[in-house]
């Protein structure tokens, strides 16, 4: 629970500052931004483990070919997902990312020495954990068996209409033990115990985690008005 809010605090932040509209999530999940913020919304991905919450209007789909039409959403989300896929697709994501939007497209991911120096701190102390039978998290396995995306690699070449902000967040130091011990059962259940009666105060805390050396990157993409 603490690392989806720690990972849309800079979405709902965004939706502040550029008020309210459509929303698409890429690679949404069950859950999707529905797990922290009151948003209802669309997501797609092409695999549904569990039924979706409630508030995401929820369709099986591919990334690489969206079944929306032109400028469909303000706001397209991809939060976390660009390094699930193989290097070789992830510019074509991006490209129906940029088609169906007609505001803003929103990608966070890990990046940098730094994020993958935490994955390997996070895969020692899972390895602890698969002492007592528990397995290695699928997320980890596939964070350590692929490059991580970096928005000079897989930003589409031509971006005429949109403006393009690149920047970190969250600290590299302390993203690994908020991950380990915020996913620890109890530690989970009690945060979001904290987080349904007084979001606020969380999200106010949350901000602070967001200084140098930085393990994700946020690539911001506004379309350019006419």
Same mark, same amino acid.
């Given at each position: 629970?603490? &690392?989806?809010?720690?990972?849309?605090?800079?979405?709902?932040?965004?939706?502040?500052?550029?008020?309210?509209?459509?929303?698409?999530?890429?690679?949404? +999940?069950?859950?999707?931004?529905?797990?922290?913020?009151?948003?209802?919304?669309?997501?797609?991905?092409?695999?549904? /483990?569990?039924?979706?919450? @409630? %508030?995401?209007? #929820?369709?099986?789909?591919?990334?690489?070919?969206?079944?929306?039409? &032109?400028?469909?959403?303000?706001?397209?989300? =991809?939060?976390?997902?660009?390094?699930? $896929?193989?290097?070789?697709?992830?510019?074509? #994501?991006?490209?129906?990312? =940029?088609?169906? @939007?007609?505001?803003?497209?929103?990608?966070? *991911?890990? *990046?940098?020495?730094? @994020?993958?120096?935490?994955?390997?701190?996070?895969? +020692?102390?899972?390895?602890?954990?698969?002492? $007592? +039978?528990?397995?290695? /998290?699928?997320? $980890?396995?596939?964070?350590?068996?692929? /490059?991580?995306?970096?928005?000079?690699?897989?930003?589409?070449?031509?971006?005429?209409?949109? %403006?393009?902000?690149?920047? +970190?967040?969250?600290? @590299?130091?302390?993203?690994?033990?908020?991950?380990?011990?915020?996913?620890?059962?109890?530690?989970?259940?009690? %945060?979001?115990? #904290?987080?349904?009666?007084? /979001?606020?105060?969380?999200?106010?805390?949350?901000?602070?985690?967001?200084?140098?050396?930085?393990?994700?990157?946020?690539?911001?993409?506004?379309?350019?008005?006419?």
């Amino acid at each position: 629970m603490l &690392d989806k809010i720690i990972r849309y605090s800079e979405v709902e932040k965004l939706f502040e500052a550029n008020g309210r509209g459509t929303i698409l999530e890429v690679g949404a +999940g069950p859950l999707g931004l529905g797990a922290c913020l009151p948003y209802r919304f669309v997501g797609v991905d092409p695999w549904y /483990p569990e039924k979706p919450i @409630a %508030t995401q209007q #929820a369709v099986r789909a591919s990334g690489l070919a969206l079944p929306f039409q &032109d400028r469909s959403f303000d706001f397209v989300l =991809c939060i976390e997902v660009l390094e699930h $896929l193989p290097v070789n697709i992830r510019t074509r #994501a991006v490209e129906e990312m =940029c088609r169906v @939007a007609r505001k803003m497209i929103i990608i966070t *991911h890990p *990046h940098g020495f730094f @994020a993958r120096a935490g994955d390997y701190l996070l895969l +020692g102390m899972y390895e602890l954990l698969r002492l $007592l +039978g528990k397995p290695l /998290p699928w997320w $980890l396995i596939e964070h350590l068996a692929n /490059p991580y995306p970096s928005a000079s690699d897989y930003l589409p070449k031509h971006l005429e209409q949109f %403006t393009v902000k690149i920047y +970190g967040h969250e600290n @590299a130091v302390i993203h690994p033990w908020l991950i380990f011990f915020g996913n620890l059962k109890k530690i989970s259940r009690r %945060t979001e115990i #904290a987080y349904r009666k007084n /979001p606020s105060a969380l999200r106010k805390w949350i901000r602070l985690l967001h200084f140098p050396p930085y393990c994700r990157q946020i690539v911001l993409l506004e379309r350019i008005s006419k």
